[in-house]
Each structure stands twice: as C-alpha cells, then as structure tokens.
C-alpha cells in the first residue's frame, strides 16, 4: 500500500515495525461539546484507514485518548483551558460535560459505523503516566522550570519544525490568536508540559507533581498515552490537519527527546471539512452535528458516502446540496441492493470476485482513494456477473467502507414485507385482495361482466382498482 506521509510529504510504500502488527494511534476528541461533522470526517476516515488495514489483514491495535484537561482554547499554550470554559457554560462540573460529550461522541461514532479503538484513555486517568516522563525529559535536560511551569527547550533538538518550513515569526501569529506572550519561555516554540500557574488560577481539576500542584498540557497527553499502550516505537499517527502544527509536531518533539530514537514513522492527516463561509465552528454559525442532520431527515450513512466520496488529503465543502447529492446516491445503490436480493441470484463466479476485488485494493492501496473505491461498488452493479457474485463483492467492500449497504437492503424488503403483513391482517384488505384474484380470472376467462361487476362493487365500497402492467393494485378513498 502507498500512503502519504507528512512526516516525508512523499507517498511511501507502508511498512511496519513487525510484520503483520500494526500500532495506530489517533487524537481523540476534546470533550468540551459535540463533535461537528468536520471533526466526525477525520475520525470517518481514520476509521476507513484502520478497516482496510484490518482487512489487508494486519492485526491492528489502536488507542485513542480523550483530552478531558488542558487543551487551552488556542492549540499553544494561551487562553482557557476549553473543559473549563465548557463546564461554565453549561454551569456542570468538568468531569460531569466530559463523561456527557464523551457519550455522544461515541454515539455519533456508532451511527457513522466508526468502529470503537481498542483502547480508549482518557487523560485525567494517565496523570502518573505524564509526571514519569516529564521528569524524564528533565533528566535528559529537555524540559525546564519556569515561574512555577515545566517547559519543553525546543532549542535542544536539531530540528523542530518537522512538517512544515515555518519560521519562529510565523509562529509569533499563528499560535497567539491575538493572546499576549509567554515571558517564561526560553524560545518562542517552547510549550508547557505541566502548568502550575496560569492566568486561570480556577483550574478545576488539578494533581499533586514534583513541581507543585497543577495540570498537564494538552500535548504531552497523547505522547504518554501513546508511548503506554503502543510502545516506543509507533507505526501510525493519525489527526485532522490542523493538529500537525503545534501538536504533533510537539508530540514528536518530546516523545523522541525521551526515547531517544525515532518515534513514529507515518503521520496521515486528513484535510478539513470547511462551509461555504469557511471554518467549520461550534460557536457560530450553524452548529452542524449528526444530530442535527438526523434531525433534518438524513441519514448519517449517507454523510459517511459523502465523506467517502472525496480524498481525504483534500478540503471538502459541505452544503445540504452537495449532501442530497450523496443521499441520491446512497438510496440508488441501495435500491439496487434490493433488486439483487429480490431476483434469481446465480452462482458465484470466483474468477469475477477476484478481478472486482483486486480493482477496489488497488484503489485503496493508492493512498486510500475512497472515491475510487466507491467507483468499484457502482462498477460491481453495472457488471455483466451474477447477482450471488456482485452481493458478495458488495458485502466483501462493506467490511472496509462501513455502509451497511446490504443490511439497508434487507431492511427495505423486511419493512415491505411486514407493511404487507399488516395489511393482510385487515379482513377488509383480505377481502379486496380476494375479489381482485377472482377479477384477474374472470378477465383471464374473457368473463368480462364478473370483471366489471366487482370493479363496480368495490368502487361502492369505495376501493379504486389500478391495473398495471405488473397486476391491480388499489387505494381506499
Ligand atoms: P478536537 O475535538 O478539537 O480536539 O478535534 C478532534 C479532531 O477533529 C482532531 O483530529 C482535529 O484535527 C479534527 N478537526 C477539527 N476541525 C476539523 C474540520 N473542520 N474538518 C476535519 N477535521 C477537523
Ligand atoms: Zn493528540
């Protein structure tokens, strides 16, 4: 498989440490308010990612955290930390909203069909975790002490701007959003790997350290968590685009400045989801959540065909239109689904599997191109094959694109049959059907008097008859 790395900006054969294991970490949401469905289209992605490793049969491990503390409102180390500013708006206490948006996280999950990590930590459980290795980085004199903070001297590493050509006064502006200097640091890309004092004196969760109560910073967080359930040596990291500066970058600053060697050896970003006005926000603007989407009539499948439906290295512009573009879509497949099911199903062709096959593996293996790989489900139904080959090719993809294409199948034909069944519980629609049988004989018999004498009966009773070409259905009143 080829796979960007931003770690290269190259597209890299993909490798791992052990053959056949695969470690992949990913950051996990900051429960402070739902997700909106940008956040929802990097895990929507990742998740494609891990399915079509699992399925090109490697045995994945994947850990996600959850950043319940010191994720500061700007991604440096300035501003409030958002658990706080959450928690007052909402007058609940830091741990009551995270357990609340950690739920409704993992129920969006659950109706995007993102599959649960392996191992899920929140960073509040992992505090001995992040005091271990900032004493570390002490000890190897990477971190130092500042009006009462540890900081990360990003001065001692040879290079620290690993993704990107930034340059110390782009940083100035990129990472201050208008909030003043912090005078305790020694460079202006040090950041905090444990605040004691801070502006916000109403931390509300805080933790006894070697340096005095407080808490830790948002980076230092997945680097633990990583390094504590995967090891020393990561084979993938995955996180929106906005995450690759300053927060992997730092991640990767202090995890090889304590291990020693090289941490993680691909990074895969997935681009943003933006609105026609730009950002995506939780604060202004629409709020755009799967909640809201369901409560507009979609269903969140069909927003998870149409994050599929683009790559992920590129930006997507959401709009209801260019979503009712893949609601249309998302029922067509499924209405045909329907037919197969519903029509003589054949042999499989083995032959025809492994080809139709073999194009979606090559899509995915160029750089997970997920739009051409829904491209080999609309090939699949348009082939000249058997409906038994094309249903196992469609269930086969399924495994990896997580459409639940066939079961919406079935739901359909379930939910017509039991609509019939309860029709057919109605003695007066048992009679109706009755006397349209006895009709289609009489006509069959050129009997056309009987015909027409229970047309006239049932209009009495107020039943309309519709002949069509595929037999008479009817309508009461
Ligand atoms: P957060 O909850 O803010 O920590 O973000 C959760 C994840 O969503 C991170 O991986 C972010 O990089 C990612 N993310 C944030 N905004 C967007 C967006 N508009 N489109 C795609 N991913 C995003
Ligand atoms: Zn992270």
Request: one cysteine or more.
């Amino acid at each position: 498989m080829l796979i960007y790395n931003s770690l290269t900006r190259k597209r890299e054969e993909f490798v791992t440490n052990e053959p056949g294991k695969l470690s992949m970490y990913t950051c996990g949401p900051t429960v402070y308010h739902y997700a909106h469905i940008g956040n929802l289209r990097s895990y929507i992605m990742e998740d494609v990612l891990e399915k079509y490793f699992r399925y090109s049969g490697y045995d994945v491990t994947r850990v996600m955290n959850i950043t319940d503390v010191g994720h500061l409102s700007s991604d440096g180390d300035t501003g409030e930390d958002k658990m706080l500013k959450g928690a007052r708006r909402e007058k609940k206490t830091v741990m009551e909203i995270a357990a609340h948006y950690t739920d409704a996280f993992f129920e969006d999950c659950k109706k995007l069909n993102i599959k649960k990590p392996d191992v899920i930590a929140p960073a509040t459980s992992c505090i001995d975790e992040f005091i271990k290795v900032i004493e570390g980085l002490i000890e190897k004199g990477f971190a130092y002490e500042a009006g009462g903070n540890i900081y990360f001297d990003t001065s001692k590493l040879a290079q620290y701007y690993v993704f990107n050509d930034f340059k110390e006064e782009d940083l100035e502006v990129g990472v201050r959003e208008g909030v003043e200097e912090d005078s305790n640091k020694r460079n202006k890309a040090d950041f905090v790997l444990w605040f004691t004092k801070s502006k916000f004196d109403d931390q509300e969760l805080k933790w006894d350290s070697p340096w005095g109560v407080g808490y830790p910073g948002w980076h230092i967080e997945c680097s633990c968590i990583s390094m504590k359930h995967l090891g020393e040596r990561l084979d993938i990291h995955c996180g929106g685009i906005d995450n690759a500066f300053p927060h992997h970058t730092n991640e990767i600053a202090q995890s090889e400045a304590y291990v020693g060697h090289k941490w993680c050896n691909y990074w895969f970003h997935v681009h943003h989801l933006n609105t026609n006005s730009g950002k995506m926000s939780k604060s202004s603007g629409e709020f755009l959540t799967v909640s809201l989407l369901e409560s507009k009539g979609y269903d969140p499948l069909a927003y998870r065909l149409f994050c599929l439906q683009s790559h992920y290295r590129k930006s997507l512009v959401f709009s209801y239109e260019n979503l009712d573009n893949a609601v249309v879509a998302y029922n067509k497949t499924v209405a045909r689904i329907v037919s197969l099911l519903e029509g003589e199903q054949g042999e499989l062709d083995a032959a025809a599997f492994d080809e139709y096959k073999a194009k979606f593996c090559a899509a995915l293996d160029n750089d997970l191109n997920t739009s051409l790989a829904i491209t080999a489900v609309y090939d699949v139904l348009k082939a000249k094959i058997s409906a038994a080959t094309k249903l196992a090719l469609i269930e086969d993809f399924d495994r990896v694109l997580g459409l639940d294409l066939v079961p919406a199948a079935k739901k359909i034909i379930d939910e017509k049959k039991a609509a019939e069944e309860a029709e057919n519980a109605d003695p007066f629609v048992r009679e109706i059907k009755a006397l349209i049988a006895e009709r289609a004989d009489a006509k069959k018999n050129k009997n056309y008097a009987r015909a027409d004498e229970i047309r006239n009966l049932l209009a009495e009773k107020g039943v309309t008859l519709i002949d069509t070409p595929q037999g008479t259905t009817f309508k009461i009143g």
